[in-house]
């Protein structure tokens, strides 16, 4: 294994050209859906609620209905595809590293650490 650079040595930003655009945007859709859940939940007031007193509000049959379709197709998903395409970001990180001859990972005694060195 080649020796590690210097601290601060070939590291860089990734150039625009090198950056994946198509990551950036679902990346982007992501928070937003993140965002608009969270919204929906903590903007209804509902949340702040004894438990008594939320289930004593009876939800209109259009509001639940409503509900129900918001827990099936939004709640949590968001957060599902940002923690994806972290993970995908994370990994393709690791990859430039390897591939400009600069180890991800080292393992001691102590532990494997990750270094957090870009291409």
Same mark, same amino acid.
């Given at each position: 294994?080649?020796?590690?650079?210097?601290? %601060?040595?070939?590291?860089?930003?990734?150039?625009?050209?090198?950056?994946?655009?198509?990551?950036?945007?679902?990346? +982007?859709?992501?928070?937003? +859906?993140?965002?608009?859940?969270?919204?929906?939940?903590?903007?209804? +007031?509902?949340?702040?609620?004894?438990?008594?007193?939320?289930?004593?509000?009876?939800?209109?049959?259009?509001?639940?209905?409503?509900?129900?379709?918001?827990?099936?197709?939004?709640?949590?998903?968001?957060?599902?595809?940002?923690?994806?395409?972290? %993970?995908? %970001?994370?990994?393709?990180?690791?990859?430039?590293?390897?591939?400009?001859?600069?180890?991800?990972?080292?393992?001691?005694?102590? %532990?494997?650490?990750?270094?957090?060195?870009?291409?």
């Amino acid at each position: 294994m080649p020796p590690a650079p210097a601290s %601060g040595a070939n590291t860089r930003p990734v150039d625009v050209s090198e950056r994946v655009t198509l990551l950036d945007v679902l990346r +982007g859709f992501a928070l937003c +859906g993140v965002f608009v859940a969270n919204s929906f939940v903590w903007f209804s +007031g509902r949340i702040l609620l004894p438990r008594e007193q939320a289930q004593a509000l009876a939800a209109p049959p259009l509001e639940a209905v409503v509900s129900s379709l918001f827990n099936f197709f939004v709640n949590q998903k968001f957060v599902t595809l940002f923690a994806f395409l972290f %993970g995908l %970001g994370f990994s393709i990180q690791l990859t430039r590293a390897e591939a400009g001859g600069r180890p991800s990972f080292r393992c001691t005694r102590d %532990g494997c650490w990750c270094c957090w060195a870009s291409a």
